[in-house]
């Protein structure tokens, strides 16, 4: 599946390549670059990329992985982390969603987590 990457620069490959390690327990691609912080309100934590390409500065690295080893996502669509770990960028744990249904699997998977958590210390 890295039919995609021919089409990329090689330099910025390399770049991508060097900053990621694969966590064994789970096969997330932890991102070793800039991985925005959490605000107040608990948006953030997504690795992002500053690089210059066709005109954008600046993308997730998540986003960008997956459209170099996959195909550009489809108009319409966003990227949802079925692994429910914001900085991974492992384009196996990358899924095309509408918006609705990316926000539908985080409300719950934030209210499996909620409940864990209340079972664990019940």
């Given at each position: ?15 991508m390549r060097?900053r ?50 996959h ?6 669509l ?15 744990h990358?899924?095309?969603?509408t ?24």
């Amino acid at each position: 599946m890295l039919g995609n990457l021919a089409a990329y620069p090689p330099a910025l490959v390399l770049y991508m390549r060097q900053r990621v390690v694969v966590d064994q327990a789970t096969g997330c691609w932890r991102w070793l670059g800039n991985v925005k912080p959490l605000d107040k309100r608990g948006r953030g934590g997504y690795a992002g990329v500053y690089i210059r390409l066709s005109g954008v500065y600046g993308r997730l690295a998540a986003r960008l992985l997956y459209e170099m080893i996959h195909a550009p996502v489809s108009d319409g669509l966003e990227l949802d982390h079925t692994c429910q770990d914001r900085p991974c960028v492992s384009p196996l744990h990358l899924e095309e969603v509408t918006h609705s249904e990316n926000i539908r699997r985080g409300l719950f998977a934030k209210y499996e987590r909620r409940h864990q958590e209340a079972m664990a210390g019940a």
